[in-house]
Every structure is written in structure tokens, then in C-alpha cells.
């Protein structure tokens, strides 16, 4: 027996050739789809109806063109997230169960009395653009978690963001997640979201 | 004469290109990797709007996505100008909303079912008008948990 011929050598100058076309076909079929967005629970629609005080009630309208009106008040949009702040952030009730020991509001006699009992009142018309929605919708999360960080770095020293992503992250381990998951929940007692959307006739 | 000629020093040897097809591989890898096949052809524009306080959208086997926009241009003639509410590769009503979602919550698998999430896409351009039947039609299903899906970006841009 003689020896083995070598196995001759593939070519592999065609290889480059045929990745980039592989390449451009997955290039040409790329989306980059988003995947981002504000969560909204809405209401059951067999849902109690509870009776709130005007006092804990800011309500907010958006105009055909966008314009905006707190509590039948005309506003500018940049306005619009201290107003708000200042509103669930008032703390107004002095004495009893509904005081706020952690309001750093004003504690004015005509704003809520706990963040627990303010409510926010969003209303549309039907020609209001969907934008100007989005925009105000926004601002109001903006405003919950600029409270939300701030109690959360006077507790735990942390910004609740930054738990809400940890705790969202799948590769947060399970005894890290059932600590922040308890962080949360005690946040989010202080500041529930309370955002109700009124449909106006008009 | 030598039969060897010197080579001229000055000359710059070839560059090697045997590492091209590493490199296109890596990016061959990359795309296909990022890659999310369209499931479903928008038929309507969708230029979603803006928002900077946003969370990321569950995964993609418990959504189910509403687009709702003007026709895009080969449909005007047919559908007018006004916005209109895809489901799936059609145009629809409001009212066909909530069979359709009945009908994705039986597609899913049964452990899911209870997680849905409904993102709803909608171009910015679009009016609350619809935007407030499509959530009725939601609640009459029980698909409460809605996202409003939106482009990473500062929120008063939709306001201009």
C-alpha cells in the first residue's frame, strides 16, 4: 500500500461570497421592531364606582389641538408635571388616618389629602390626537416616579427605577427579587397610580 | 541578467483578505441574530409617538398587537383617509376588536392566557375618538392590561 494522497483543499475563496450574500438577505429583511411602552391597567367594566371629593381630584382635559386645562384651568405643557406633582404630593389632610407624614407638599386646604386618595382625571375628546395623549400620559408617570424615586432613595437608598429594572431583569436572582419585589409594593403604597380616563361629550 | 529579478523594495505587499469571511460571518451572525420576521404587513401608517418613561413590552409570545392609522397610500383610494384599526392583515372595525382578541387568547398557550399584554400600536397622528372604542371593545373582553407602544424619545416632540 502506498501512501495516502492528501485530501486536496477545499477552496474557500467562494466562502466570503456567499456569507455576504446570506448577509444582504438578512440586512434587506431587518426590523428592528420597539419593544417600549407605557402599561396601563384599565378599569373592569363592571367596576365600583367610588365617590371622591373634589379636593382629590385634578382633572385634565386635552383639547381637539392639544391644549391642556387642570381643573378648567388653560396650562402649558411644561407646567404640567409640577402641577401635578404638587397635587398628589400635597398631603392636605392634618390629623387622623389620611395624614401623610412623608408629603413634602404644602398641605393647602383645596389639593389632596393623601396620595392615596388623589386621583387623576384624564379626559379626551374624539378628535384629540393620539400624540398629545401619549405626551400627558407621559408626564403623569413621570410625576409618580419622580415621588416614587424620591421616597425610594430616602428608604433604600435607591431609585425606584433602578428596582423596578432589577427586579424586571429575568436574571435577577430569587432572593434579590423577593427583596425588591417588598421595596416595591411599599413604594407603590405610598404613591399608588390612580389614573382615570373620562371619555367627554362635546 | 539574473534570472531572479530583485523585487522593487518600495512595493507594498497585497493586504490579506483571509479573514473576510470571518468578519462577514460575524455580521451574518449578528443579523440573524436581531433578526424579527415580520409577521403580519402593515397596511396602515404607523409612525408611533414618543415617550421617555416607558417599560420594556413583555415577551413576544404573550402580545398581541393592534395597529391603528391612516391607510398607507395603495389603500387610500379604497379605505379614505381616515384611520383605521388593523388586526392581523386586515382592516377592521371597533367592533370586531374583541372576537379578535378572544380569538389571539385562544391561539396562545394555556399557562398564558392570563398574562396577555395588548400593545397597542398606534400612529400619532391618529384620534382618541377610536383609540377610546378600541378600549372599550378591551374591557368587554377583560384585556386590561394594555401598552401603549411608543418610540424612545422626549414626549413633547408629539405635541408640534
Known amino acids: 500500500m502506498g501512501k495516502r494522497k492528501s485530501a486536496p483543499e477545499v477552496n474557500a475563496g467562494s466562502m466570503a461570497d456567499i456569507a455576504f450574500l446570506l448577509l444582504i438577505f438578512f440586512l434587506v429583511t431587518t426590523t428592528i421592531e420597539t419593544?417600549?411602552?407605557?402599561?396601563?391597567?384599565?378599569?373592569?367594566?363592571?367596576?365600583?364606582?367610588?365617590?371622591?371629593?373634589?379636593?382629590?381630584?385634578?382633572?385634565?382635559?386635552?383639547?381637539?389641538?392639544?391644549?391642556?386645562?387642570?381643573?378648567?384651568?388653560?396650562?402649558?405643557?411644561?407646567?404640567?408635571?409640577?402641577?401635578?406633582?404638587?397635587?398628589?404630593?400635597?398631603?392636605g389632610a392634618q390629623t387622623g388616618e389620611a395624614f401623610c407624614d412623608y408629603c413634602q407638599g404644602e398641605r393647602r386646604t383645596n389639593l389632596s389629602d393623601n396620595p392615596s386618595k388623589a386621583v387623576l382625571v384624564l379626559g379626551t375628546q374624539r378628535e384629540t390626537s393620539y400624540g398629545a395623549y401619549i405626551a400627558v400620559q407621559n408626564e403623569l408617570v413621570a410625576a409618580y416616579n419622580v415621588l416614587r424615586n424620591r421616597e425610594a432613595n430616602r428608604l433604600?437608598?435607591?431609585s425606584y427605577i433602578?428596582?423596578?429594572?432589577?427586579?424586571?431583569?429575568?436574571?435577577?436572582?430569587?432572593?434579590?427579587?423577593?427583596?425588591?419585589?417588598?421595596?416595591?409594593?411599599?413604594?407603590?403604597?405610598?404613591?399608588?397610580?390612580?389614573?382615570?380616563?373620562?371619555?367627554?361629550?362635546? | 541578467m539574473s534570472k531572479f529579478s530583485k523585487?522593487?523594495?518600495?512595493?507594498?505587499?497585497?493586504?490579506?483578505?483571509?479573514?473576510?469571511?470571518?468578519?462577514?460571518?460575524?455580521?451574518?451572525?449578528?443579523?440573524?441574530?436581531?433578526?424579527?420576521?415580520?409577521?403580519?404587513?402593515?397596511?396602515?401608517?404607523?409612525?408611533?409617538?414618543?415617550?421617555?418613561?416607558?417599560?420594556?413590552?413583555?415577551?413576544?409570545?404573550?402580545?398581541?398587537?393592534?395597529?391603528?392609522?391612516?391607510?398607507s397610500k395603495e389603500y387610500e383610494k379604497v379605505y379614505g383617509t381616515e384611520p383605521k384599526i388593523q388586526l392581523n392583515d386586515k382592516f377592521?372595525?371597533?367592533?370586531?376588536?374583541?372576537?379578535?382578541?378572544?380569538?389571539?387568547?385562544?391561539?396562545?398557550?394555556?399557562?398564558?392566557?392570563?398574562?396577555?399584554t395588548t400593545s397597542l400600536k398606534v400612529d400619532k397622528n391618529a384620534n382618541m375618538g377610536l383609540i377610546s372604542d378600541i378600549k372599550s371593545e378591551l374591557r368587554k373582553v377583560n384585556a386590561l392590561k394594555v401598552n401603549y407602544t411608543t418610540y424612545e424619545g422626549d414626549a413633547f416632540r408629539n405635541l408640534q
Open chain 1, 162 to 202: 433602578k428596582m423596578d429594572a432589577i427586579y424586571r431583569n429575568p436574571q435577577t436572582d430569587r432572593t434579590t427579587k423577593e427583596l425588591l419585589n417588598n421595596r416595591i409594593r411599599v413604594i407603590q403604597k405610598m404613591y399608588p397610580m390612580n389614573i382615570s380616563e373620562a371619555q367627554l361629550k362635546k
Open chain 2, 92 to 116: 377592521s372595525d371597533p367592533s370586531e376588536v374583541g372576537s379578535y382578541i378572544l380569538q389571539e387568547r385562544a391561539k396562545k398557550h394555556q399557562d398564558l392566557q392570563n398574562f396577555l
Open chain 1, 35 to 91: 419593544d417600549v411602552g407605557l402599561d396601563r391597567m384599565l378599569p373592569r367594566e363592571d367596576g365600583d364606582y367610588i365617590e371622591y371629593e373634589q379636593r382629590n381630584i385634578l382633572s385634565i382635559l386635552i383639547g381637539v389641538d392639544g391644549a391642556l386645562l387642570v381643573n378648567d384651568e388653560p396650562i402649558t405643557p411644561e407646567l404640567l408635571l409640577k402641577t401635578v406633582i404638587d397635587f398628589i404630593d400635597n398631603g
Open chain 2, 7 to 71: 523585487k522593487k523594495s518600495g512595493e507594498v505587499p497585497a493586504v490579506s483578505t483571509a479573514s473576510l469571511p470571518d468578519i462577514v460571518f460575524m455580521l451574518l451572525f449578528f443579523f440573524m441574530t436581531v433578526t424579527v420576521m415580520k409577521d403580519n404587513s402593515l397596511k396602515v401608517e404607523n409612525i408611533l409617538p414618543n415617550a421617555n418613561e416607558i417599560k420594556k413590552l413583555d415577551k413576544k409570545d404573550r402580545v398581541i398587537y393592534i395597529y391603528v392609522g391612516k391607510p
Open chain 1, 156 to 158: 433604600f437608598k435607591t
